[in-house]
């Protein structure tokens, strides 16, 4: 995609490499936040310890530290003491980090309560670690939001413009400005690869405004939907009836239509249950990949891998990895050809490894690529069809489904809506637990999902 960025009206546009190089710097000083948290917690209570304990600290002290600081870690993301707001006001930073802070306090002082070892406890060294700690954290909170807002100023978030036949505000200074006319963008729900150019753009931000004409908002919203980021519709009009879900751009009324359904806390916990649950079950069933994809080669002439291109996260295709399990000359690309039960394409070692899922395993690549995650809506191909009608056609909120990465299992799955889409109604009850799924995410249903599919990697509808 050539450059896009324009400048209208005379105002300046970025390229989308200086947004993506702000958006990285966002996370780069989110986990210098996390750092500066833990390295005070330790120096605070390293203090406490040798104020009444002159000398080297022992293993037993060290090991409780660390405890205390990872239950920290856990309760400050938990309470949003992360976000970005917290790298940009001191009130707010601050604030987060006395109740993370007293959340910790209260977990240690309920495990010492519940231990009954109250008369070890060292009180000076803890009333002086506490004060320590409070002191360093609220300290380099306020010097690392001092620095962004120097650096940065308020706005470290990065937003984009897209002009389609609206009106631009007149001061929009500080926003990237896109002519979709100009840049060939379209709202387009039936062209998938329209859908991928504008994911791929809109990766680099943290929100987008559309200027559209009233036609072509309904559209606009849609589209937004299934992006991933938070979306806004200008609709001047609507400001004196001030309903709630309204932002500002520049003074004019935007209609908030979208919102990534995770934030940074949430999307770094789904991320970190997927990294420590695939790496040891790839080395667990490597054996078994390999001696799949030597019964492969074996069985039929071909690749091993079968690639195919899907719809994931934010509207972006990418390609799929599966082992091969139909002849290479009757492959089905496009995937507008569901498989049936008795399908004289697929092989015999295809036939096997599909009723077992087996056929799946090669997926856990996409999920350490972060492409795919563990769990979320299975990504279809592209020409997936319900009977004879394209998924997205049978209903337009086949879209938003794409707001989170897809999975290799997820609630469709182990409520048993796999298989052959013959009826539209195949598709909608997928969508409908895809939907439920992400309007209600949380970690624990994640694990629940997983601890499900065990029981349906042999299903009646798997073939």
Same mark, same amino acid.
């Given at each position: ?37 833990? @390295? +005070? *917690?330790? &120096? =605070?209570?390293?203090?406490? !310890? ?6 080297? #600290?022992?293993?037993?002290? $060290? ?60 009180? @000076? +060294? *803890?009333? &002086? =670690?506490?004060?320590?700690? !409070? ?6 909170? #306020?010097?690392?939001?001092? $620095? ?316």
């Amino acid at each position: 995609m050539s450059k896009i960025d324009l400048a209208i009206h005379g105002f300046p546009s970025r390229t989308p490499f200086a947004s993506a190089a702000r958006r990285s710097a966002k996370v780069w000083l989110c986990l210098a936040l996390i750092g500066a948290d833990a @390295l +005070a *917690l330790l &120096v =605070g209570f390293a203090i406490g !310890v040798r104020v009444e304990q002159p000398g080297t #600290l022992s293993g037993d002290v $060290l090991t409780s530290l660390v405890g205390v600081i990872l239950v920290h870690a856990g309760i400050s993301f938990q309470n949003q003491a992360y976000a970005t707001k917290c790298l940009t006001s001191s009130l707010v930073s601050s604030r987060q980090a006395l109740l993370s802070i007293a959340g910790t306090l209260l977990i240690f002082l309920l495990v010492v309560f519940s231990l009954k070892v109250t008369g070890r406890l060292p009180r @000076l +060294a *803890l009333s &002086v =670690g506490i004060v320590s700690s !409070v002191v360093l954290i609220l300290s380099q909170r #306020l010097l690392i939001c001092h $620095l962004v807002r120097r650096a940065y100023g308020n706005r470290l978030h990065t937003e984009l413009v897209i002009v389609d036949g609206g009106n631009v505000p007149d001061a929009c200074l500080g926003s990237d400005i896109v002519d979709a006319g100009v840049a060939a963008l379209r709202s387009d729900l039936d062209d998938p690869y329209m859908l991928n150019r504008l994911g791929i753009l809109l990766r680099h931000y943290d929100r987008v405004v559309i200027s559209c004409a009233p036609e072509r908002k309904v559209e606009w919203a849609q589209v937004l939907k299934g992006a991933n980021i938070q979306g806004e519709i200008i609709v001047p009009e609507i400001g004196e009836l001030g309903p709630l879900a309204v932002h500002q751009l520049s003074g004019t009324t935007t209609v908030v239509v979208s919102r990534g359904p995770l934030n940074l806390a949430n999307r770094a916990k789904k991320r970190a249950l997927d990294i420590a649950l695939t790496v040891p079950v790839l080395i667990l069933l490597l054996p078994l990949m390999v001696a799949v994809a030597i019964a492969i080669r074996l069985d039929s002439p071909g690749p091993i891998f079968f690639r195919q291109e899907r719809m994931g996260r934010g509207n972006r295709i990418f390609p799929i990895l599966k082992f091969r399990s139909m002849r290479v000359e009757s492959s089905d690309s496009s995937g507008t050809q569901s498989a049936s039960r008795d399908d004289d394409r697929i092989t015999r070692v295809g036939r096997l490894i599909r009723r077992t899922s087996i056929d799946e395993l090669p997926q856990l690549i996409n999920v350490l690529l972060g492409e795919m995650s563990l769990v979320g809506p299975r990504p279809h191909a592209l020409g997936s069809l319900a009977g004879d009608e394209l998924f997205w056609r049978v209903d337009r909120q086949y879209w938003h489904r794409h707001a989170l990465k897809p999975g290799i299992t997820g609630l469709a799955q182990v409520r048993g809506f796999r298989g052959a889409t013959e009826h539209r109604r195949d598709i909608v009850n997928r969508l409908e637990a895809d939907l439920e799924y992400l309007q209600g995410w949380s970690l624990l249903r994640d694990i629940g999902i997983l601890a499900k599919t065990a029981q349906v990697l042999v299903h009646k509808n798997a073939y």
